[in-house]
């Protein structure tokens, strides 16, 4: 089951869910990252760290996990 991720703005960007997902430390590793990790949103490869993530995307990231986000 995919582990849900909170937010309470209409959108959240694909490095900041990375850091909120603790998938990094801090928000300049998301650059390195995205480079090196395949990244899925919707099924769909996306490795832009300014992808804006909506309430019911879901992100794959093989090794780390799978999150949906959720509006609060």
């Given at each position: 089951?995919?582990?849900?991720?909170?937010?309470?703005?209409?959108?959240?960007?694909?490095?900041?869910?990375?850091?909120l997902a603790e998938v990094i430390q801090t928000g300049g590793m998301a650059k390195w990252f995205?480079?090196?990790?395949?990244?899925?949103?919707?099924?769909?490869q996306d490795q832009r760290r300014g992808r804006k993530l909506r309430a019911g995307d879901?992100?794959?990231?093989?090794?780390?996990g799978e999150f949906i986000i959720e509006q609060v």
């Open positions: 089951m995919p582990e849900e991720i909170k937010i309470d703005t209409d959108y959240i960007t694909m490095g900041q869910f990375l850091k995205l480079e090196e990790h395949e990244v899925f949103v919707n099924g769909e879901k992100v794959s990231i093989p090794g780390f």
